[in-house]
């Protein structure tokens, strides 16, 4: 938003050049279930700029999905399962990414399960591939916040969707809290212990989840090098194991971490040096 309705060239482009990127990264899982890192190499779907309208730089990018495609995304309803998807998926992404930190097993989670035990050709979508998808936009949405950071010829940005029945806002908005969210990482200096029990983790990446009842939401955590052994990997999956199974007792994990937090202390992530049971 623009006060003078009118913005730094170069930064509006590197905003809309991030806000495409994200989109075609975003439809590309959503429409062929794979990622992919560059947005040319999207499939099966094209991305369409219309011309901007009148008042606060306004622009409206379109999807055009493929015929061939498995599913439609962007020009299916909101009402259908895949375009519930659709809008599910854009939406986690951009609040995840600064920090709203949306339940996914009660929310996009179950949506996904609930589709897939209707139609086994849905797509299956797991936590752990989202969040890799989550962490190959984190840059292409910092660059929407350049005009407000930057030239400031821009108060915020908003990213809204059109479900045919007018302007829905997916995420909120784009200021200059969610740019020091975003791009501000304070990394503690000093080991603690944290306790929790994993609630997603992938074994080629070393990343997951964990619940952490003090924070009462999921954090991201990565193994350390030297964290990455057997006994510790064991740890680890079977109390995923559990939390899929809904055992909440006895998976209970204390983890000796470095934690990583926004400038307002908000805790974005942790690195994990070695894992131990709860007695």
């Known amino acids: 938003m623009s006060d003078e309705h009118q913005i730094d ?13 994200y989109l075609a990264l975003t439809t590309n899982l959503v429409v062929n279930n794979e990622i992919i890192t560059h947005s040319t190499a999207l499939k099966n779907a094209r991305i369409y700029a219309l011309p901007p309208e009148e008042g606060s730089w306004k622009i409206l990018a379109p999807i055009v999905v493929a015929c061939t495609a498995a599913y439609h995304v962007g020009t299916a309803d909101k009402d259908t399962p895949i375009g519930n998807l659709a809008h599910s998926i854009y939406a986690y992404v951009i609040q995840e990414s ?22 086994p050709n849905f797509p ?44 829905i806002k997916t995420t909120g908005s784009f200021d200059r809290k969610t740019y ?3 791009a501000y990482d304070k990394e503690d200096s000093h080991e603690t212990i944290v306790i929790g029990r994993i609630t997603s983790y992938n074994v080629n990446t070393f990343k997951g989840r964990i619940y952490i009842p003090k924070e009462k939401r999921p954090i991201p955590f990565m193994l350390a090098d030297n964290a ?9 999956t079977s109390s995923l194991s559990a939390s899929a199974l809904d055992i909440v007792t006895s998976n209970d994990l204390r983890c000796f971490v470095y934690k990583t937090k926004s400038r307002t202390d908000r805790l974005k992530f942790l690195v994990m040096t070695n894992v131990t049971v709860v007695p």
Request: aromatic share 6%; hydrophobic share 35%; proline share 2%.
């Open 228 to 236: 990455r052994r057997s006994d510790i990997i064991d740890l680890v």
């Open 98 to 119: 600064l920090g709203i930190n949306p339940d996914f097993d009660k929310d996009l989670g179950q949506q996904i399960k609930d589709e897939r035990a209707k139609n």
């Open 9 to 21: 060239f170069y930064d509006i482009s590197e905003a809309l050049h991030g806000f495409q990127r």
């Open 180 to 182: 020091d969210y975003m």
């Open 124 to 167: 299956e979508l797991t936590q752990s591939k989202i969040d890799s998808l989550i962490e190959k936009c984190h840059n292409s949405l910092q660059k929407i916040h350049r005009p407000i950071i930057a030239s400031e010829t821009a108060k915020q940005a908003e990213i809204l969707f059109d479900d045919g029945s007018g302007e």
